[in-house]
T-cell receptor, first 116, second 115 residues
Protein backbone atom coordinates (compact mmCIF):
# COMPACT_ATOMS: atom_id res chain seq x y z
CA UNK A 1 0.00 0.00 0.00
CA UNK A 2 1.08 3.52 -0.68
CA UNK A 3 1.40 6.15 2.00
CA UNK A 4 2.18 9.86 2.01
CA UNK A 5 3.43 11.64 5.12
CA UNK A 6 3.48 15.39 5.54
CA UNK A 7 4.91 16.13 8.98
CA UNK A 8 4.40 19.91 9.02
CA UNK A 9 0.81 20.81 9.88
CA UNK A 10 1.66 24.51 9.50
CA UNK A 11 4.49 26.60 8.12
CA UNK A 12 5.17 30.33 8.19
CA UNK A 13 7.37 32.28 5.78
CA UNK A 14 8.11 35.91 5.12
CA UNK A 15 7.12 37.36 1.79
CA UNK A 16 9.88 37.04 -0.86
CA UNK A 17 11.66 34.27 1.02
CA UNK A 18 11.90 30.62 -0.05
CA UNK A 19 10.14 27.82 1.82
CA UNK A 20 10.37 24.03 1.72
CA UNK A 21 7.36 21.82 2.40
CA UNK A 22 8.24 18.27 3.35
CA UNK A 23 6.80 15.09 1.90
CA UNK A 24 7.91 11.51 2.42
CA UNK A 25 6.32 8.50 0.82
CA UNK A 26 6.22 4.77 1.07
CA UNK A 27 5.54 2.41 -1.79
CA UNK A 28 6.57 -0.98 -3.11
CA UNK A 29 5.82 -0.02 -6.70
CA UNK A 30 8.95 0.18 -8.88
CA UNK A 31 7.59 3.10 -10.84
CA UNK A 32 5.38 5.88 -9.59
CA UNK A 33 4.42 9.53 -9.91
CA UNK A 34 4.53 12.26 -7.29
CA UNK A 35 2.31 15.34 -7.32
CA UNK A 36 1.85 18.56 -5.40
CA UNK A 37 -1.43 20.45 -5.18
CA UNK A 38 -2.38 23.79 -3.67
CA UNK A 39 -5.76 24.39 -2.05
CA UNK A 40 -6.66 28.00 -1.24
CA UNK A 41 -9.47 28.76 1.18
CA UNK A 42 -11.87 28.82 -1.79
CA UNK A 43 -11.57 25.03 -1.93
CA UNK A 44 -10.27 24.36 -5.42
CA UNK A 45 -7.32 21.94 -5.66
CA UNK A 46 -4.75 23.41 -8.03
CA UNK A 47 -2.14 21.15 -9.65
CA UNK A 48 1.36 22.55 -9.19
CA UNK A 49 4.01 20.05 -10.23
CA UNK A 50 4.66 16.42 -11.19
CA UNK A 51 7.72 14.20 -10.76
CA UNK A 52 8.10 10.73 -12.26
CA UNK A 53 10.18 8.29 -10.26
CA UNK A 54 12.45 7.61 -13.24
CA UNK A 55 12.83 11.22 -14.30
CA UNK A 56 16.52 12.13 -14.34
CA UNK A 57 16.04 15.72 -13.28
CA UNK A 58 14.03 17.36 -10.55
CA UNK A 59 10.83 18.94 -11.84
CA UNK A 60 10.46 22.71 -11.94
CA UNK A 61 7.45 24.89 -12.77
CA UNK A 62 8.05 28.60 -12.42
CA UNK A 63 8.60 29.36 -8.71
CA UNK A 64 7.93 25.73 -7.77
CA UNK A 65 10.54 23.01 -7.75
CA UNK A 66 10.45 19.49 -6.45
CA UNK A 67 13.45 18.25 -4.50
CA UNK A 68 13.23 14.55 -5.29
CA UNK A 69 15.48 12.21 -3.28
CA UNK A 70 14.56 8.70 -4.31
CA UNK A 71 16.78 6.86 -1.85
CA UNK A 72 15.26 8.82 1.03
CA UNK A 73 11.76 8.53 -0.44
CA UNK A 74 11.21 12.24 -0.16
CA UNK A 75 9.63 14.72 -2.56
CA UNK A 76 9.81 18.13 -0.96
CA UNK A 77 8.23 21.16 -2.59
CA UNK A 78 10.32 24.32 -2.73
CA UNK A 79 8.58 27.63 -3.33
CA UNK A 80 10.94 30.46 -4.15
CA UNK A 81 10.19 34.15 -3.62
CA UNK A 82 7.00 33.56 -1.62
CA UNK A 83 3.99 35.74 -2.34
CA UNK A 84 0.98 36.54 -0.17
CA UNK A 85 -1.15 34.57 -2.61
CA UNK A 86 0.83 31.44 -1.80
CA UNK A 87 -0.95 31.20 1.55
CA UNK A 88 -2.94 27.97 1.27
CA UNK A 89 -3.00 24.26 2.09
CA UNK A 90 -0.48 22.19 0.15
CA UNK A 91 -0.96 18.49 -0.51
CA UNK A 92 1.54 15.91 -1.65
CA UNK A 93 0.18 12.88 -3.52
CA UNK A 94 1.40 9.81 -5.36
CA UNK A 95 0.20 7.11 -7.69
CA UNK A 96 1.68 3.96 -9.20
CA UNK A 97 2.81 4.42 -12.77
CA UNK A 98 1.31 1.26 -14.17
CA UNK A 99 -1.95 -0.49 -13.65
CA UNK A 100 -4.71 1.35 -11.86
CA UNK A 101 -2.56 4.42 -11.63
CA UNK A 102 -5.52 6.76 -11.72
CA UNK A 103 -5.81 6.35 -7.96
CA UNK A 104 -4.02 9.15 -6.14
CA UNK A 105 -3.10 8.84 -2.47
CA UNK A 106 -2.92 12.18 -0.67
CA UNK A 107 -1.15 13.32 2.47
CA UNK A 108 -2.89 15.31 5.20
CA UNK A 109 -1.47 18.58 3.95
CA UNK A 110 0.56 21.53 5.22
CA UNK A 111 -0.94 24.94 5.83
CA UNK A 112 1.40 27.64 4.55
CA UNK A 113 1.04 31.22 5.75
CA UNK A 114 3.01 33.94 4.01
CA UNK A 115 3.54 37.01 6.17
CA UNK A 116 4.01 40.50 4.70
CA UNK B 1 -10.13 28.30 -14.25
CA UNK B 2 -9.08 24.67 -14.49
CA UNK B 3 -11.67 23.52 -17.00
CA UNK B 4 -13.63 21.54 -14.40
CA UNK B 5 -16.90 23.13 -13.27
CA UNK B 6 -18.90 21.98 -10.27
CA UNK B 7 -22.42 23.03 -9.35
CA UNK B 8 -23.77 24.00 -6.94
CA UNK B 9 -20.91 25.53 -4.97
CA UNK B 10 -22.87 25.30 -1.72
CA UNK B 11 -25.69 22.99 -0.73
CA UNK B 12 -27.69 22.61 2.46
CA UNK B 13 -30.01 19.65 2.69
CA UNK B 14 -32.05 17.76 5.22
CA UNK B 15 -31.54 14.08 5.86
CA UNK B 16 -34.67 13.15 3.92
CA UNK B 17 -33.89 15.23 0.84
CA UNK B 18 -32.65 14.05 -2.54
CA UNK B 19 -30.17 16.24 -4.36
CA UNK B 20 -27.54 15.90 -7.06
CA UNK B 21 -24.08 17.34 -7.54
CA UNK B 22 -22.92 18.06 -11.06
CA UNK B 23 -19.45 18.12 -12.56
CA UNK B 24 -18.51 19.05 -16.11
CA UNK B 25 -15.05 19.05 -17.64
CA UNK B 26 -14.05 20.93 -20.78
CA UNK B 27 -10.59 19.38 -21.12
CA UNK B 28 -11.34 16.39 -23.34
CA UNK B 29 -10.32 14.02 -20.56
CA UNK B 30 -11.36 10.39 -20.33
CA UNK B 31 -11.33 9.80 -16.57
CA UNK B 32 -13.41 11.50 -13.90
CA UNK B 33 -13.38 11.22 -10.11
CA UNK B 34 -15.36 12.08 -7.00
CA UNK B 35 -13.53 12.86 -3.75
CA UNK B 36 -14.74 13.68 -0.26
CA UNK B 37 -12.77 16.10 1.90
CA UNK B 38 -13.75 16.23 5.56
CA UNK B 39 -12.17 18.53 8.12
CA UNK B 40 -8.71 17.43 9.19
CA UNK B 41 -8.76 14.25 7.07
CA UNK B 42 -6.93 13.40 3.85
CA UNK B 43 -8.86 13.47 0.62
CA UNK B 44 -10.89 10.29 0.24
CA UNK B 45 -11.39 8.89 -3.22
CA UNK B 46 -15.02 7.83 -3.70
CA UNK B 47 -15.52 6.84 -7.34
CA UNK B 48 -13.51 6.64 -10.57
CA UNK B 49 -14.88 6.51 -14.10
CA UNK B 50 -12.81 5.69 -17.17
CA UNK B 51 -14.50 6.16 -20.53
CA UNK B 52 -17.89 6.31 -18.74
CA UNK B 53 -17.29 2.98 -16.97
CA UNK B 54 -16.95 2.85 -13.20
CA UNK B 55 -13.57 1.42 -12.31
CA UNK B 56 -13.40 2.22 -8.61
CA UNK B 57 -15.91 2.30 -5.78
CA UNK B 58 -14.05 2.89 -2.57
CA UNK B 59 -16.60 1.23 -0.27
CA UNK B 60 -18.90 4.21 -0.50
CA UNK B 61 -22.33 3.90 1.19
CA UNK B 62 -25.23 3.39 -1.20
CA UNK B 63 -26.77 6.72 -0.22
CA UNK B 64 -24.19 8.14 -2.67
CA UNK B 65 -24.97 7.14 -6.25
CA UNK B 66 -22.69 8.25 -9.10
CA UNK B 67 -23.70 8.63 -12.72
CA UNK B 68 -21.46 9.26 -15.73
CA UNK B 69 -23.55 9.68 -18.90
CA UNK B 70 -20.51 10.67 -20.99
CA UNK B 71 -16.84 11.46 -20.55
CA UNK B 72 -17.55 15.14 -19.92
CA UNK B 73 -20.22 14.89 -17.24
CA UNK B 74 -20.31 13.30 -13.80
CA UNK B 75 -23.09 13.40 -11.25
CA UNK B 76 -23.32 12.41 -7.61
CA UNK B 77 -26.87 11.68 -6.51
CA UNK B 78 -27.50 12.06 -2.80
CA UNK B 79 -30.35 10.65 -0.74
CA UNK B 80 -31.04 10.12 2.96
CA UNK B 81 -27.66 11.51 3.95
CA UNK B 82 -26.34 11.72 7.49
CA UNK B 83 -24.84 14.77 9.24
CA UNK B 84 -21.39 13.13 9.04
CA UNK B 85 -21.65 13.35 5.26
CA UNK B 86 -21.19 17.11 5.52
CA UNK B 87 -17.96 17.84 3.67
CA UNK B 88 -16.41 19.38 0.59
CA UNK B 89 -17.04 17.18 -2.44
CA UNK B 90 -14.48 17.57 -5.17
CA UNK B 91 -14.66 16.42 -8.75
CA UNK B 92 -11.54 15.85 -10.86
CA UNK B 93 -10.64 14.68 -14.34
CA UNK B 94 -7.52 13.36 -16.04
CA UNK B 95 -6.50 12.62 -19.58
CA UNK B 96 -5.71 8.99 -18.90
CA UNK B 97 -4.79 6.51 -16.24
CA UNK B 98 -1.01 6.22 -16.65
CA UNK B 99 1.48 8.79 -15.48
CA UNK B 100 1.97 11.53 -16.42
CA UNK B 101 -1.42 11.53 -18.14
CA UNK B 102 -3.07 10.80 -14.80
CA UNK B 103 -2.49 14.34 -13.56
CA UNK B 104 -5.86 15.22 -12.09
CA UNK B 105 -7.45 18.62 -12.49
CA UNK B 106 -10.01 19.56 -9.88
CA UNK B 107 -13.12 21.67 -9.73
CA UNK B 108 -13.81 24.19 -6.98
CA UNK B 109 -15.95 21.72 -5.07
CA UNK B 110 -19.42 21.64 -3.56
CA UNK B 111 -19.57 22.40 0.14
CA UNK B 112 -22.36 20.23 1.50
CA UNK B 113 -24.07 20.64 4.84
CA UNK B 114 -26.51 17.99 6.01
CA UNK B 115 -28.89 19.12 8.73
Amino acid sequence: AQKITQTQPGMFVQEKEAVTLDCTYDTSDPSYGLFWYKQPSSGEMIFLIYQGSYDQQNATEGRYSLNFQKARKSANLVISASQLGDSAMYFCAMSPRWGGSEKLVFGKGTKLTVNP
Amino acid sequence: ETGVTQTPRHLVMGMTNKKSLKCEQHLGHNAMYWYKQSAKKPLELMFVYNFKEQTENNSVPSRFSPECPNSSHLFLHLHTLQPEDSALYLCASSQGSQAPKNIQYFGAGTRLSVL
